[in-house]
């Protein structure tokens, strides 16, 4: 049999004009996907940059309010709060203070923009003496003994008016644990974006020194999923919608577009993507070197996110292409 070599059949056809390759586009990337991750500390003074990720500042949370702000009236759909403390314990309990950064952060944001949707982080790495994301025994991160210090942590945002809380720590049954303390405590409207597929990745290294989260011993291998597991992926998304989940998160994103087309295909719940921390550096400092042209790679990056499967897609460049626009690649 001879190939089709039809001259009816022209898929280039509709590849011939912006306009024709605008109209059959099969997603798109717009600003109200986006979600900002914000990083927010103690203190006055003014936002300190983080080396590893240009462009990125700790702030105080009267400035991450001005920029919440800026970056909502920009188009962003979301910010992302992530909180550092005054003083690290081996608890944590910075975390669930009312006056820490985050809290003080998420009041402030709601004063200045009352409509915008604020995302807090739920963990503990950043403010436990040793870097792990929950409470330690014998050595051991103790699963059952840190889900009570998340979920404080939880209502602490709620009651500072967090619209959804996002727990990060990948303890077991983390999302069950905020779900019944956040309805105990009169919360039942705020939602849970759960880190469901959050893998132990070399991609998270530049988000722990603006964070200053980076475990002092060993590594987070034992409680975020193996690079290695999709199977075992789809199962901690299946397992944090049963206990009940709002929005599911899957990430790193690049590195994941399988996992994140399988959740597509197989749950009809919001999906979330983090172009995580290292994804951002490589982009930054390979432009930085002229080896790449930024807006289309990081333009490129998104839309592959996007047809992989994502609804909505945390990023540190949400506020950049709200700016600069969202154009196909
Ligand atoms: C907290 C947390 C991390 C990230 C988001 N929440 C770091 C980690 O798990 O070590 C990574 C985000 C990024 O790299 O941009 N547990």
Known sequence: MSPDRSPALRLRRLRRTVALREAVAESRVTPGDLIEPIFVRPGGGPAEPIPSLPGVFRRTPADAAVHAAGAVEDGVGAVLLFGLPRRKDPRGREAARPDSAVASAIRAIKARQPGALVITDVCLCAYTTHGHCGILRKGEVDNDATLPALARVAVAHARAGADLVAPSAMMDHQVAAIREALDAAGFADVGVLAYSAKFASAFYGPFREAADSAPAEGDRRGYQLDVRNAREA??????????????????????????????????????????????????????????????????????????????????????????EGTEAP
């Open 234 to 323: 789809l199962r901690e998304i299946e397992v944090d919608l049963a206990e009940g989940a709002d929005l599911v998160m899957v990430k790193p994103a690049l590195p994941s577009l399988d996992i994140l087309a399988r959740a597509r295909a197989r749950f009809d719940v919001p999906l979330v993507a983090y172009q995580v921390s290292g994804e951002y550096a490589m982009l930054k400092a390979a432009a930085a070197r002229g080896w790449l042209d930024e807006g289309r790679a990081a333009r490129e990056s998104l839309a592959a996110i996007r047809r992989a499967g994502a609804d909505l897609i945390i990023t540190y460049y949400a506020r950049a292409i709200a700016r």
